[in-house]
C-alpha cells in the first residue's frame, strides 16, 4: 500500500512558476513509477509527466514538454513536478500517481493515487 500526499499547488499569474510535490508513504518507493496527471471538471484525467524508479527515465505529455520538470528524490519518498511559463490552460487539479510496473503514460496502469491539489493559472 502506498498513501500519497500532493502539495505546492496554489494561484500564480500567467507565465509564472509553480513546484509541486508528491510525499509517499509505504515502502520501496524506489521500485514506482511516479507520474503526474491532470484533470478540469467534464474532462478526462490526462498525462503530464513519469518518471522511472530510479528516476533514469522521464515522459513528458507534449503539452508541458520544454515547461516542465519531473525529479524526484528516493531517499526522501519524493516527486516533484517543476512548471514553468504557465499558462491559464493548465489550470487543473494534478493528481500524482505511483506504477509498480514501470514507467507509463497511460492512467489505468496507475494503482495508487493521491487527492490532488489545485493549481489555477490566471491570466
Known amino acids: 500500500q502506498v498513501r500519497l500526499v500532493e502539495s505546492g499547488g496554489g494561484l500564480v499569474q500567467s507565465g509564472g512558476s509553480l513546484r509541486l510535490s508528491c510525499a509517499a508513504s509505504?515502502?520501496?518507493?524506489?521500485?514506482?513509477?511516479m507520474g503526474w496527471f491532470r484533470q478540469t471538471p467534464g474532462k478526462e484525467r490526462e498525462f503530464v509527466a513519469a518518471?522511472?524508479?530510479?528516476?533514469?527515465?522521464?515522459y513528458y505529455s507534449e503539452s508541458m514538454k520544454g515547461r516542465s520538470t519531473i525529479s524526484r528524490d528516493n531517499s526522501k519518498h519524493t516527486v516533484y513536478l517543476q512548471m514553468n511559463s504557465l499558462k491559464s490552460r493548465d489550470t487543473a487539479v494534478y493528481y500524482c500517481a505511483a506504477n509498480p510496473s514501470g514507467i507509463s503514460t497511460i492512467t489505468t496502469r496507475y494503482t495508487y493515487w493521491g487527492q490532488g491539489t489545485q493549481v489555477t493559472v490566471s491570466s
Open positions: 509505504g515502502r520501496s518507493f524506489s521500485n514506482y513509477a
Open positions: 518518471i522511472s524508479g530510479r528516476g533514469g527515465n522521464r
